[in-house]
């Protein structure tokens, strides 16, 4: 979220408006398409690979949200991105209050795209700031610090919701909004000064595939093994993932892409 609110804004932080038919069909193409293909594609698989593409497309369905209100709102937030990102996180946090008993983001239903709202507008507020300069002002903590802090939340979120005090995903995900925003603004003052990896920047432009791809080997894994996967064949499973995943994005991920060009 915070990756997408960057990329989404960063063009047009010095816009008076977006012309918005245009930038709905051009990202109707370059997500739907493949939101459309997978979808069919787990039907067809069967109703375990539905549920379980259904885990992680709450968030896709949260980009659409935002994708459609962006283009309409932003004559309004022109100039007022921090004062929106306040209102969106004291939305957020009531929610949060609200729901305590909600253990995943996807639990809040129609609601999940408020409450996820602050981390794709921090983003955006990260573009107006690396544009205009301001973001070179500020002193951050070592990137590799940053950079090992991401994994570390994440498991240590996942071993407290399933092995710990159950402690749910959603109080995790709030936790982790400062960790994130940070590492966003270290990388992107980093930008001027290193050059970026060719193999991870192409590995990066397939990430939606392997988003949405992801589910499928693992779920086929777990029908085989029945959720006892030997060690020694996660390797494997990574593999399958990877070719799984370039296979979507050279049949439809790319076209999509081309097409909303």
Not at 24 to 45: D, Y
Not at 90 to 109: H, Q, T
Not at 146 to 158: F, H, K, Y
Not at 223 to 240: N, W
């Amino acid at each position: 979220f915070f990756i997408s609110g960057f990329c989404i804004h960063f063009p047009n932080v010095a816009k008076e408006r977006i012309a918005i038919l245009p930038f709905w069909v051009k990202r109707g193409f370059r997500i739907g398409i493949p939101l459309i293909v997978i979808v069919i594609a787990a039907r067809v698989a069967g109703k375990q690979y539905v549920g379980a593409l259904d885990s992680v497309l709450w968030s896709v369905y949260c980009e659409l949200a935002y994708y459609a209100l962006y283009p309409v709102l932003f004559p309004i937030l022109r100039g007022r991105w921090e004062r929106a990102t306040a209102i969106s996180i004291i939305a957020s946090v009531g929610l949060l209050a609200s729901f305590p008993e909600a253990l995943r983001p996807l639990n809040f239903g129609a609601l999940t795209f408020v409450f996820c709202a602050p981390m794709w507008l921090l983003g955006a507020i990260l573009a107006e700031r690396y544009r205009s300069g301001a973001l070179f002002n500020y002193r951050l903590p070592s990137v590799w610090l940053l950079r090992g802090a991401l994994p570390v939340c994440g498991v240590l979120a996942t071993v407290l919701f399933y092995h710990g005090p159950k402690i749910p995903l959603t109080w995790a995900v709030a936790a982790f909004v400062p960790v994130g925003y940070l590492w966003l603004a270290k990388e992107l003052q980093r930008l001027t000064s290193h050059r970026t990896n060719d193999r991870l920047e192409a590995l990066g432009g397939a990430a939606y595939s392997v988003y949405l791809i992801h589910r499928f080997p693992l779920t086929l894994f777990g029908d085989i093994y029945h959720s006892h996967l030997p060690c020694a064949l996660y390797p494997v499973q990574a593999i399958a993932v990877g070719l799984c995943a370039y296979a979507f994005y050279r049949v439809v991920e790319k076209p999509s892409h081309r097409l909303a060009k």
